[in-house]
């Protein structure tokens, strides 16, 4: 039943049983996976299939010996956890030669309450998806409205109802003022400016005549 076939670049293991669960630990669980072995492999052909799986991984592991009644299931329990715990890599390739051998996956070897339970969780996490994705057309329509805003130049408020065409409006430069807003700052700095200096001149007069001032202004 079983033969090993090296070669320089490959570790290729005839092993139907090992080859069978290789392949099906992925789709089915442990449970269903034991249940089908049992009933299609002798106890010969699991012992020999586990003792063989730990031999040909490289390392120090323990091999437990099963005895009394349900040591195949417990076989079959360590052959799984042993291919669910090394590094795939490091596992060989088995492989089938007698494919009359390998039992198929029927309705009765699954958990019919398993699948209904995952049909529902299956359901509602595409009704969370329904209810929360954004369609293409709307993704669309915000990309063209974000294009549209860079493109498109910004007018000042005094220029909005200011024939454009003609130039009869100003910039009002990076501050976003108008031009009113212009003129009168510029009257209110050129007034801040000449009170300013009117006070300096003040400063500069002797003390007598700052007095004579004060009481003039009195």
Request: net charge neutral; proline share 4%; hydrophobic share 35%.
């Amino acid at each position: 039943m079983t033969k090993v076939l090296k070669c320089n670049q490959c570790n290729i293991v005839i092993d139907e049983l090992l080859s069978y669960l290789q392949n099906k630990i992925s789709v089915a669980d442990e449970e269903t996976l034991v249940r089908i072995c049992t009933s299609s492999f002798t106890t010969e052909e699991i012992k020999k299939s586990k003792t063989l799986l730990f031999d040909s991984i490289p390392g120090e592991r323990r091999k437990i010996l099963r005895k009394n009644k349900g040591k195949e299931e417990r076989d079959l329990g360590d052959i799984i956890s042993l291919f669910k715990s090394v590094d795939p890599d490091v596992i060989p390739v088995f492989v089938a030669r007698q494919l009359e051998k390998l039992p198929p996956i029927l309705f009765d070897h699954l958990d019919c309450t398993k699948i209904l339970k995952d049909i529902l969780i299956l359901k509602s996490e595409v009704e969370a998806i329904k209810n929360s994705y954004v369609k293409v057309e709307d993704i669309q329509e915000i990309k063209n409205g974000l294009l549209r805003l860079r493109c498109d130049p910004i007018l000042p408020a005094s220029a909005f109802k200011v024939n454009t065409k003609r130039g009869a409006w100003m910039d009002s430069g990076p501050m976003g003022l108008s031009h009113d807003e212009l003129m009168n700052n510029n009257d209110y700095m050129n007034k801040s400016h000449e009170g300013n200096r009117d006070n300096s001149l003040i400063d500069m007069l002797p003390l007598h005549e700052k007095k004579e001032g004060k009481r003039a202004n009195r």
